[in-house]
């Protein structure tokens, strides 16, 4: 009996003597990086406009989380409203504006749109702010509005007319615009 308490007590302290185990964890999450830019108030991507004054045509949501920065870009297809007839292009001059209470950088001012091939500042404009912002990465709001009440172009052509607002010929006039938003 002596033997097995003596045996007892070497497992015993065996058992005890053991070192301790320790474990490591490392914990890994992943943020996608997104940049985009979304229509808010017009679900099917028309809207229709009064020819007149300013108006507010499109609310927008701007997010982008990319630790450079983030890019706006705003092109228009057409740089006025246009209808073609038998063809013939009748066209109806407009400023184009975006305002964003929420950071200035996104701003564009009244411009008078042009005819072109994404020409900066006649059919294309571009804004960024660089470095990340939670506020942008949260989204923030732009508003998109156009003023038809500005000068008729006076630059007509053979197969293209130019006409204030309140005095273009009957039928509907269209504009395309587009909205990009990209890391810097």
């Known amino acids: 009996m002596k033997g ?9 302290a065996g058992i005890v003597a053991v070192p301790a185990s320790a474990e490591t964890l490392n914990v890994q999450g992943v943020v996608a990086p997104y940049c985009n830019v979304n229509l808010t ?8 406009v009064a020819m007149a004054g300013v108006q507010t045509v499109a609310n927008l949501r701007l997010s982008c989380n990319a630790v450079s920065g ?5 092109r228009t297809q057409n740089g006025d409203l246009l209808q073609t007839i038998n063809g013939m ?8 504006s975006v305002d964003s ?9 009244a411009h008078d749109t042009f005819p072109g091939s994404n020409t900066e500042d006649r059919n294309q404009f571009t804004r960024s702010n660089s470095g990340y912002t939670q506020a942008v990465a949260n989204g923030i709001p732009l ?8 000068a008729v172009d ?15 010929p009957a039928g509907t006039y269209a504009e395309v615009f587009s909205f990009t938003a990209t890391s810097v």
């Open 154 to 168: 006076p630059n007509n052509t053979p197969t293209s007319r130019n006409y204030p607002a309140n005095a273009a």
């Open 101 to 109: 209470a929420s950071d200035s950088a996104f701003n564009i001012p």
């Open 70 to 74: 983030t890019k706006f870009i705003l």
């Open 143 to 150: 508003v998109l509005s156009m003023n038809l009440n500005v």
């Open 41 to 48: 108030n017009v679900s099917s991507g028309t809207a229709s």
């Open 4 to 12: 097995l308490i003596i045996a007892s007590a070497a497992i015993a």
């Open 89 to 96: 292009e009748h066209r109806i001059n407009y400023d184009v």
